[in-house]
């Protein structure tokens, strides 16, 4: 029910309000991959629960393949640069 400001003490106003507040969130330590992992949950990083696998993890990809493979080209040329550049 709404009330009056007044009639709603501080203590109460901000009793009420403290309880909106967001909890921390308690973790622990994956066995397996040493990660912070919340309680009672398999893992999101290696997929495991209690030290057994339970998912499968698909690896994301943070480029496209494409974009990667072109990276790695350049990458390899100038490692070959470099060697080359180091012979003479
Ligand atoms: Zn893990």
Redesign the pocket.
């Known amino acids: 029910m709404a009330l009056p400001g007044k009639q709603s003490s501080k203590s109460r106003k901000r009793g009420r309000i403290s309880l909106l507040k967001q909890k921390k969130v308690s973790l622990s330590v994956?066995?397996?991959?040493?990660?912070p992992?919340r309680p009672h949950h398999a893992?999101?990083?290696?997929?495991?629960y209690r030290s057994r696998p339970i998912l499968e993890i698909k690896t994301k990809l943070k480029t496209p393949k494409k974009k990667r493979e072109a990276e790695q080209e350049a990458k390899e040329q100038k490692k070959h640069e470099k060697e080359e550049g180091k012979k003479r």
């Open positions: 994956c066995p397996k991959c040493k990660k992992i893992c999101a990083f290696c997929g495991t």
